[in-house]
């Protein structure tokens, strides 16, 4: 629940609002899991809150570590599904990658969570809890999460009411207190949906642009017939005019299939004037997909075009390989326990 949520539930029990502010730190930032822990509420509101309320936190079931410190974590939840959370240690950041949903319906041919096809969306329950595990495990080191990006399984904007409590509890200084800077919405492009929550609420937005014509990017990525690069490359030039800040234009290299030079130019073209960062993600392999990574020196290329170009662009080193905890390598368990 966001805070006002919490408030409008806890006034039908007749409580005063500020019983929603503690209940919310409690939970958040405190990360209580069970309510008698809520020592500065009453023995008998606890007991009520006991009995009529849960506080969802599906156990970890996998914890892996890469060898260069990336974390994954692979919940069960309550119906027996499973996802998969990142976390992502770099020097002066701690980037926790959340999945919104179980599976995902929009098939993109490169990546591994596509290929499951969609299971259900994920509640906004269990997306926060993601993001409570790492705080705690983060805290128990001292460590403070610096950056939230819904990178994981899914399409959040496939399941934007629940990802937009989550992004409310998220910036809410009774919930986690992330500026909205540090929060980036990674989206194949659902237009519409995208508007809104960024109407809605200051975060980041990160799109999966991956091909610079039509004709490719809807063999790659199905729901490009629906909202096309020119209605995509339009938002993301309206964006941010009001946010200030610029979109990601996320284009993983998919050896031998969008990784020439001449893509390289089709694409610098078609994000001409969009205040725009290229964040170039070379394929990584998984036995869903039959791509292949393309040579480091194409990569390279591939860059030098966006940037002879002026457009800002760097190639995102890939963390977790070793786990399948990269971009796109996300799946779960390969097969859900009857619950
Ligand atoms: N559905 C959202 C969130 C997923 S983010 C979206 O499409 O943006 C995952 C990012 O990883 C996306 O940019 C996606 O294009 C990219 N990706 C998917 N599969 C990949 C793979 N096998 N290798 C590299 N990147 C991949």
């Given at each position: ?50 009995r ?18 990336t ?61 409570c ?19 994981g ?110 893509d ?53 080193e890939?963390?977790?390989g070793d ?13 859900a326990?009857?619950?």
């Amino acid at each position: 629940m966001t805070l006002a949520e919490l408030e409008n539930f806890l006034s039908r029990w007749g409580k005063e609002r500020y019983r929603a502010r503690q209940v919310s730190r409690w939970i958040y930032q405190r990360f209580a899991e069970d309510f008698m822990a809520m020592t500065d509420l009453s023995k008998s509101f606890r007991e009520e809150l006991s009995r009529e309320c849960l506080i969802s936190s599906p156990p970890a079931e996998r914890v892996e570590t890469s060898s260069d410190g990336t974390e994954k974590f692979l919940f069960r939840l309550e119906d027996g599904e499973t996802v998969e959370s990142v976390l992502i240690p770099e020097e002066d950041r701690r980037t926790l990658c959340i999945s919104s949903q179980v599976g995902c319906a929009l098939r993109c041919g490169f990546c591994a969570t596509g290929a499951m096809g969609f299971r259900r969306n994920m509640t906004s329950a269990e997306i926060v809890h993601q993001v409570c595990f790492a705080l705690k495990r983060l805290a128990e080191k001292r460590e403070r999460l610096t950056n939230v990006v819904f990178m994981g399984m899914g399409e959040p904007l496939e399941n934007a009411r629940e990802v937009s409590k989550t992004i409310a509890i998220l910036l809410s200084q009774f919930g986690f207190g992330i500026s909205g800077k540090r929060v980036t919405v990674s989206t194949a492009g659902v237009v519409p949906a995208m508007l809104a929550l960024a109407e809605e609420f200051p975060v980041s937005f990160a799109v999966s642009i991956n091909a610079p014509t039509d004709a490719l990017r809807s063999a790659l990525m199905p729901v490009n017939r629906k909202y096309p690069l020119k209605e995509l490359v339009t938002v993301m030039k309206s964006i941010p005019l009001r946010s200030d800040r610029k979109v990601t234009a996320e284009y993983v290299l998919l050896g031998g299939v969008n990784d020439s030079e001449k893509d390289a130019c089709g694409l610098a073209r078609l994000l001409k004037g969009a205040r725009v960062k290229v964040n170039l993600i070379p394929y990584n392999a998984h036995e869903h997909g039959d791509f292949t990574s393309p040579s480091g020196e194409t990569v390279n290329r591939f860059r030098d075009v966006l940037l002879a170009a002026g457009i800002q662009a760097i190639t995102r080193e890939r963390r977790g390989g070793d786990i399948r905890a990269a971009c796109g390598q996300l799946r779960g368990a390969a097969q859900a326990k009857t619950p």
